[in-house]
Structure formats: C-alpha cells, structure tokens
C-alpha cells in the first residue's frame, strides 16, 4: 500500500492564487505602454509624430526636446511636502514617527507623489519588517505593480507586483520575481523550471485587508484607477512645440544665410586662377567678390533675397506656451513666455491661484493614502488595527509658500485676538515652522520653564536661610515678667 504525500499549500500555489497571478499580470501588462509613454514625455524621449511636409529626409533623425511636461509636473510636485503624522487627539506620536522615519516617508514620499503625477497612480505597499524592526512601508512604481479594487467597499481586494529578484539565492541571474498580496497573506514566488510559480516565502499575516494603500491622480467615479497629469492635450502641444523648433532647426541650416543673385556676370566671375569652375561654397562665402564689366561696360547686378526670420517661430512658440501654461495652472513665465513689462509680485501670486488650489486638493488626497498606509503599518505592528476614533493627521508645508514675513503677522494677530494661545504649537506651526524646528522650540521651553524652576526654588531657599541665620531679639523686661515681682 502506497501513501501519498499531499503537496503543502505553504510551497504551491493554489489553483485560486494562481488564477489571481495570471489576472493581475495580464492588467499589469495591458496599461504598460500607457505608462512608458507618459514616462517618456517627462523624460523628453518620445518619438515626434513628424507630418512629412516640412522636414527634409536628411534631418529626419534630429530630435528636439521641449521639457514642458517635466516643468509642469515637478511645479505641482515641489508644493507636496510631508512633513510629520500624528495624531488628531494630540497623543504622543513618537511611534508614528519611528516608523516614518525608519522608513524614510519623508524622502520616499516625494518619488511617490512625482510618479502619481506622471502615471496617474502610485502604490504604497506595507509589510512585517525583520525581528524587532517597524514595519516597512514601500513606495511601488504602477510598472512593476497592479491592485484589484472593489468600488463598493473603496479598498483593494489583490495586488500584485513583479521586480528584479536580486535578494533571493535561488533566483538567477536577470530573473524576475512576483508578491502577490492577499487579504490574510503575502506570497512570493520565483518562476519554476516547469514555466509555473515556485514559493519562496508565505507571510500569513491574517489583516483581513490586502496590505496595499493606491495612491490615485485625478480620480472620478467611472476611473478610480488614476489619470496623469500628462494629458493627451499636453503631449499634442508638446509635440507641436517640437515640430516648431525642428522647423527652426532646419531654416537655420537652409535659410539662415541669405541667397544672392547675381545678373549679367560673365563666366570668369566663377572660376578661380587656373580657370577652374569654383564650388558653389567658394562662390558664397567669397568676403571680395571682384566682377568685371560686360562687352557693354556694363556692371553686373548683385543683389541678395531677404534672410529667413525666425520671429515667426517663435511667435507660435509662445502661443504653445501659453496653452500649455493654461493646461497645467502655471504662470507662462514659468514655462519660458516673457513680455516686455515683467510682472508684478502680485499678479504673479494671482496666476499662481489656480497651481495653489490644485495642490490642495492632491495634499487631501494623498494625504488620506497616507493615513491609510499608516493605519495599517500599526496594525502590522501590534497584531490588532487602532482604534476606529483615533484619526491620524499628515502635516504637509503650505503649498501657497507664503513668506515667512506674512506668515508671522497673521500668526501674531490671531495671538492678539485670543484665538490661539503664544505657547501653543498651533502657533508655531501656522508661523512657518517645521517639524523639527517645532520640537526644538518645545524642547527649549521646558529647558527656560526648568531652569526658572530651579531659580525659584534657589531664591526660596536663600531665603529660608537667611531667615534662619538671623539673631533672634533679647527678650524685654516686662516678656519676662520683671514689672509684676516689684
């Protein structure tokens, strides 16, 4: 009688696993050549759609690059800066920020904002770290990642990421890896010999969540997955601008110097010494070009046809400019338009209003993907989710990036008005003043409030001992009674 060994579902993967594997890769596959598009616009490596009119077939190979598409995306990523979580209650936050910090969300979280930017989504993937270590929180590009969500819920049911597999020994070389994530699981798996999955590692986590927070761009209720701020109107002028100056490039190399006519020259006038017929460069760049009269005595004509003037170019260059400036809510001095009259600083805040107000709304957006991704780090680390009454808070610098000037004045007339009290941290924080700065201030306080302590109780204690030290009066005659014995 033979027995036979039941294959272990800690090393297999289950028909159900594998079937989310082959879904989640096909999606991830499908939206790829999207994705490596918008990167290439903001890495300014697209390919120009050229209209066959203009452009000779010798120049086809010149590639011009207008960066706009980076300039209007990093504008709105520069006014995203995270600065601290905690919580809303005003309990100590010393955990949060150990986790943030081991973490380095404050330097991860500008790549996470710049890619939601330009791909539209970005993923924050949350894990057990070694040992005693917090739990790790990962910023994952929408290339190597995918999440199934389920609207009604508003949470991810699946995920799935693939990358390089250089931490594994089993891996060979250039091999590829996939996590999948699972509501009670995390597996990793390395391809097998078989063309199937093999499992290197099951993290049995039982959430009842998947571990991964998506952090979308431009969401609306048909398309919670995320648009990029690259749109297609963006990449048509982009391509537009391009075309201009490759048209610029190639009147410069054909029309910049102008053409000259010559009428009533005889045949010497172009042959050199020897009677040898010159190059029709020779014959342009002449700095003397010495002719001689006719049979008539008549004087040849030389005259030029008007030089190309590029003005026109780059007329139509800042019309793009502007409509590019109008697409992404940015002053167009920012993308290169000039005037005459400089603007002033105030008319320079106004046509800042409208990159102000987008960068508030990504801050509210981001900035619950935040708390979400936080929420479930604590969760990781202490085996039970917070409590539900307990919100987190993110503290983002102001995106309007006042003055520091202006900043302190309205600070100080709300203290003048009792609206906020001078020792609160509200108060520093609505002055400009970072984190870090903000814990300096409080260390600093109760440092004074010890040492004006100490000085109380010094001088309290002199005192006491002076008091002690000084003589006591003689006692009178009648205190003792001498009055009464005569």
């Given amino acids: 009688m033979t027995l036979s060994i039941p294959e272990l579902p800690l090393v297999y993967l289950s028909d159900y696993e594998l079937a989310m594997i082959n879904m989640l890769r096909a999606d991830m596959m499908r939206d790829r050549y999207e994705l490596q598009l918008r990167d290439a616009y903001f890495n300014g490596e697209q390919l120009i759609r050229d209209l066959g009119i203009s452009i000779p077939p010798q120049l086809k190979g010149l590639h011009t690059v207008i960066g706009w598409p980076r300039v209007g995306v990093e504008s709105l990523e520069e006014r995203l800066d995270l600065e601290a979580f905690r919580w809303a209650d005003g309990a100590d936050s010393s955990g949060l920020e150990e986790i943030a910090d081991a973490n380095d969300l404050y330097d991860e979280s500008s790549l996470a904002h710049l890619d939601s930017l330009v791909y539209g989504r970005e993923y924050l993937a949350i894990g057990s770290g070694d040992d005693d270590s917090p739990p790790l929180i990962s910023v994952e590009s929408p290339l190597d990642m995918t999440l199934m969500w389920d609207a009604r819920l508003r949470m991810g049911t699946a995920a799935l990421r693939e990358c390089q597999a250089d931490g594994y020994v089993e891996s060979g070389p250039e091999e590829r890896m996939i996590v999948l994530y699972l509501p009670d699981q995390t597996i990793t798996a390395l391809p ?30 048909s398309d919670r997955v995320g648009r990029s701020e690259i749109t297609p109107e963006v990449m048509s002028v982009t391509d537009a601008a391009c075309r201009r100056l490759m048209g610029m490039e190639v009147a410069a190399e054909f029309f910049g110097a102008p053409q000259r006519y010559i009428l009533g020259a005889s ?3 172009f042959q050199d010494a020897e009677g040898n017929a010159k190059s029709a460069w020779e014959t342009y760049i002449g700095r003397i070009l010495a002719l001689e009269r006719d049979e008539d005595g008549n004087v040849p004509t030389v005259s030029q046809f008007p030089a190309h003037d590029p003005s026109g170019m780059t007329k139509i260059i800042d019309l793009y400019a502007r409509i590019m400036s109008s697409q992404f809510g940015l002053p167009p001095h920012m993308l290169g338009y ?16 409208k990159l102000v107000k987008r960068s508030e709304r990504r801050i509210r957006r981001y900035g619950a993907a935040w708390q979400q991704a936080m929420r479930l780090a604590l969760w990781v680390r202490d085996g039970e989710p917070p409590e539900k009454t307990r919100r987190i808070e993110t503290v983002w610098r102001n995106p309007a990036t006042p003055t520091i000037a202006a900043q302190v004045d309205a600070t100080v007339k709300l203290v003048q008005a009792e609206i906020l009290p001078p020792d609160s941290d509200v108060t520093l924080e609505m002055a400009g003043l970072t984190e870090g700065q903000r814990q300096r201030v409080a260390a600093d306080r109760r440092r004074a409030a010890g040492q004006a302590g100490r000085s109380a109780l010094m001088d309290r204690l002199a005192e006491l001992s002076a008091g002690d030290s000084r003589p006591s009066p003689e006692p009178s005659e009648a205190s003792l009674g001498v009055d009464d014995l005569g």
Avoid: F, Y
């Fill in 192 to 221: 097998s010999p078989s063309g199937s999955w093999e499992v290197v590692d099951r993290d049995i986590h039982e959430l009842g969540v998947v571990p991964v927070v998506r952090m979308a761009n431009r969401q609306r209720t």
């Fill in 267 to 269: 045949e010497s006038a």
């Fill in 338 to 353: 000039t005037t005459d009259n400089p603007a002033s600083a105030d008319a320079i805040r106004s046509t800042e209003a």
